[in-house]
Every structure is written in C-alpha cells, then in structure tokens.
C-alpha cells in the first residue's frame, strides 16, 4: 500500500516498503514474485510489478525518508501482446 506522499518514492527508487514491523512477511518475498501496489488515497491498483530482489531490510535507506524500511525492489512488468 502507499499513499499520494509515499508514491513518488516507490517509482523513483523502484522499491515497495513496509514499516520495520513487517520485516518477516517482507523477507519472505523472493525475487520474481509478482505484486501490485495499492494507492490509497487514489484507490488505484498499480501493477503487476516483478520483485527484483529479495526482501531486506533498507535496500535503499534514503526511500520514504526511512520510514519504511522492510523493502523489497521492483520493476514493471511489461504488458504481453494478445
């Protein structure tokens, strides 16, 4: 989940994070696993998105300020043609 404020740094340091709580459910995330990210103040489901490492603690410190940092990284998965 992510709010309008926490968005913006989900795109620009391509990382999902929790609170450090939620470090065990985020560990268990493996590389490949698909997600989606759900905004919301926007109620808007984003995604699929392709977990491209596995989940850890402050893959990247900087994102949301360090409040959030059970993280795991990510990438959009390309839309496949009919």
Excluded: W
Excluded at 18 to 29: C, T, Y
Excluded at 62 to 71: I, K, L, N, S, V
């Amino acid at each position: 989940m992510c709010s309008g404020a926490t968005k913006p740094d989900c795109y620009r340091h391509r990382v999902l994070g929790l609170p450090q709580g939620r470090l065990e459910a985020v560990s268990q995330i493996r590389s490949g696993t698909v997600v989606f990210l759900y905004d919301f103040d926007a109620r808007h489901l984003h995604g699929p998105y392709h977990v491209d490492s596995d989940g850890g603690l402050d893959l990247v410190p900087a994102a949301f300020h360090g409040g959030f940092p059970a993280q795991v990284g990510n990438r959009i998965v390309p839309a496949t043609k009919p």
